[in-house]
């Protein structure tokens, strides 16, 4: 989806709250109606009471939303430390940050934040030694900052720049194209309707998937299907793109095209789920399609054409990837012979540059860069030993020099130059933050869960911080979709660490830290290994004394808000504060919305079997609320989400609301003109974690000043 040094003092004023005087407040819910709807699941009856909710045009719903979000703003305002929190956070947002630069076309980019500016703004410049010039500030295209940059490519001849925009935080992209040396936007290039594409450049235009235009009040809530592939050239209307390919038989595959680097051969990869993808290669020239593998069983990126050789990175047949070599005229699998062999880390991308291969791989969740020749030969690694993310690389296979950024949880990304034949590093830029990472430390421990397996977790604290079991501490966690949690810098996390607090962050089965394997263990009936690893990551925190479970609070988002609903559930007694942020809540029904069909990967469907059904219920936040005992809970979620559509979070307070019985708060904060996440300006971001962690440190019992 990251300072003027200003000493802020903490007004005398300021006092906490006992927890005998929050039991004493009664928050006066909304009331949320209900309904007689009942599913019936291979025999079993399931009442759905609040399905009215999944509606968000109706005036029923929108009086809903504004009636909760008055209730949870009454309950924030009251707290006397938020105020402070925000404009600390604001001092520690206000430095000047920068990305690494990339080359194309003859030109260098760089995305450039003076520090409080909602949104990056792009610049171009033929050198790097020379003053860029902006080529566009998303910023204009809004006058509060909810317009967002989703895709940035520029052309080969570096004539043109095709961008995508977000309104509000939605999926949904429109395309424009900019003249980049004039700074004018075409007339009649904009392309609507577009979700989850890249723009592929070829000649004179431009490769793009699209789906077909919503009906009328379905745009953030109906099923996306009969996805198309199109071609369009510069300076015609979007009516005039040709249909390149589409599959009416399975209205539920998505495309997404790629060519290689000499603009030989075009992929087609397929998918229906967020795991495994078909392949299909075109030769551009006689445009004869093969089907290269026919099936979902695994991922297949094309990296390049070298050689006379397509290279594929896939773990088919390795879990960690490797990158294997295909004859295009003999692409017969029995004739695949491994390029790059499955090395004990994780491959998780390829770049070439300077006529070498860059590989990044993942180890224990942190980065390692290995450098390998055009035949697949191991060279060395790269010369930065820094333990961290690292990432970028961007470049062609004739470039000599590259970019790319370092970035750990106390550091914001430190850019580096590579000169990719002497295998050297250069520090380009680093950071102003006013922020001591000196004072911090960072370790990874590895705890035991449920089952005995062993899980990785990053730990974050002050150097020499007591560990009196009373540190206010922040457990995060996703464990989904072979997504992978490494470290990397948050602002709004300072704000904990500077207070003499813990953020810890664990790399629970579900994720990719170890590959496929991993990924698959916290899966459809082995979900529960996921929600069993956080667990276990909370009673680790306590048990070694980093905290208790009246100063612990849980966080995540999308599939980590599903991880907090339901570890909330399980055991509300480990934790103070839990914040489900946009989540999967209703397990039964998330496959029926927009794109959610894709997920089934990861967790089935109540619709695949009983045994299916039974487990999926079993652990559904919506379904199983505890009514006697759970922690603090605020829910954010946003009206423009349609990847994780607000239904979920809004039928998951409804129940909370009206079941739990106990004093803790239970409360849903809901944007407006914002989405799952991405692209969420500045000053929302700010505004959004300041009610958090006012609401966290308040629930607490604890005080925030400033000690860094």
């Keep these: 989806m990251t300072m003027r040094k200003l000493i802020f003092i903490l007004p005398v004023l300021l006092i906490a709250v006992s927890c005998a005087d929050k039991a004493k407040e009664k928050i006066v819910y909304p009331e949320t109606a209900k309904v007689d709807t009942v599913d019936i699941y291979f025999g079993h009856e399931v009442a759905d009471p609040y399905r009215w909710l999944e509606d968000d045009n109706s005036e029923q719903t929108k009086n809903w939303v504004n009636a909760q979000n008055e209730v949870t703003q009454n309950y924030l305002s009251k707290i006397p430390f938020r105020d402070y929190i925000k404009n600390r956070l604001t001092e520690l947002w206000d430095y000047p940050r920068n990305s690494a630069p990339f080359k194309k076309g003859g030109y260098y980019f760089i995305f450039k934040n003076d520090g409080l500016q909602n949104q990056s703004v792009a610049y171009y410049t033929r050198s790097l030694d020379e003053e860029p010039k902006v080529l566009l500030d998303p910023n204009l295209l809004s006058d509060d900052g909810t317009v967002s940059l989703t895709e940035f490519s520029v052309s080969e001849c570096g004539k043109y720049l095709a961008y995508g925009i ?31 594409s890249g723009v592929t450049w070829y000649k004179n235009g431009f490769y793009y998937s699209q789906y077909p235009e919503p009906k009328a009040g379905d745009e953030l809530k109906g099923v996306n299907e009969n996805n198309k592939v199109y071609y369009h050239e510069i300076g015609t209307p979007q009516s005039k793109d040709k249909l390149i390919y589409e599959d009416t038989k399975n209205p539920n595959w998505s495309f997404y095209v790629d060519i290689t680097e000499d603009m030989k051969y075009m992929g087609i990869s397929v998918t229906e789920s967020t795991t ?150 250069e520090l380009y830029e680093s950071s102003a933050v006013d922020f001591d990472a000196s004072k911090y430390e960072t370790k990874q421990i590895f705890y035991t869960s449920k089952d005995g397996t062993k899980v990785p977790m990053f730990i974050v604290h002050k150097k020499g ?39 810890a962050m664990a790399n629970t089965r579900g994720g990719g830290e170890y590959g496929e394997t991993w990924h698959k263990a916290g899966t459809i009936l082995q979900k529960q290994n996921v929600f069993d690893d956080f667990i276990a990551a909370a009673e680790y925190l306590i048990d070694n004394k ?57 967790y089935g469907t109540s619709e695949d079997s009983e045994e299916m059904f039974l487990y999926l219920k079993g652990y559904s936040p919506l379904h199983n609320v505890n009514p006697e005992t759970y922690p603090a809970t605020l829910v954010t979620t946003a009206d423009h989400d349609d990847r994780v559509v607000p239904a979920h979070s809004f039928k998951y307070i409804a129940a909370l609301q009206a079941t739990y019985t106990g004093n803790n708060p239970v409360l849903i904060r809901i944007d407006t003109k914002a989405g799952h996440g991405a692209g969420k300006p500045t000053s929302m971001v700010i505004q959004e974690y300041a009610d958090l962690w006012a609401f966290a440190f308040y629930n607490m019992d604890f005080k925030p000043v400033n000690n860094n």
């Excluded at 935080?169 to 989850?196: A, C, R, Y």
């Excluded at 942020?581 to 209703?586: N, P, S, W, Y």
């Excluded at 029904?589 to 990967?601: D, E, L, V």
Aim: proline share 3%.
């Design 166 to 196: 977000s309104r509000g935080g939605s999926d949904w992209n429109e395309f424009f194209v900019k003249d980049i040396e004039t700074g004018e936007d075409l007339k009649e290039d904009h392309i609507q309707w577009v979700k989850f």
């Design 546 to 602: 980093y905290t208790s479970n009246k100063r612990l609070a849980i966080q995540g988002g999308s599939n980590g808000g599903l991880l907090v609903g339901a570890v909330a559930n399980q055991r509300p007694d480990l934790f103070a504060v839990a914040f489900p942020a946009v989540g999967v809540m209703d397990m039964l029904r998330y496959h029926k919305f927009t794109i959610g069909r894709y997920w089934a990967t990861d």
């Design 465 to 503: 911080l007591k560990l009196d079991g009373n540190r206010p501490t922040l457990l995060y966690g996703y464990g989904g979709f072979n997504i992978s949690l490494t470290p990397s810098f948050s602002i709004t996390r300072l704000i904990w660490l500077e207070n003499d607090g813990v953020f």
């Design 276 to 425: 495994g993808n078909a392949l299909y290669i075109r030769d551009i020239k006689t445009q004869k399609q093969t089907v290269l593998v026919d099936n979902f069983e695994s991922s297949y990126y094309i990296v390049d054409h070298i050689n006379g050789k397509l290279l594929i990175m896939t773990n088919n047949n390795a879990p960690k990837y490797k990158i294997v070599a295909v004859d295009p005229h003999n692409p017969e699998r029995e004739n695949w012979v491994d390029f790059i062999p499955e090395a004990e880390g994780v491959l998780n991308g390829i770049s070439l540059v300077g006529g070498k291969i860059i590989a990044s791989y993942m180890e224990d969740a942190h980065s390692k860069i290995r450098i390998f020749d055009l035949s697949g030969k191991y060279l060395y690694d790269i010369d930065n030993q820094e333990v961290g993310s690292i990432g970028g690389f961007s470049g062609k296979i004739e470039d000599n020099e590259t970019f790319y950024t370092v970035t750990s949880f106390t550091t914001p990304a430190t850019i580096y130059r590579y000169d990719v034949a002497s295998n050297k590093s």
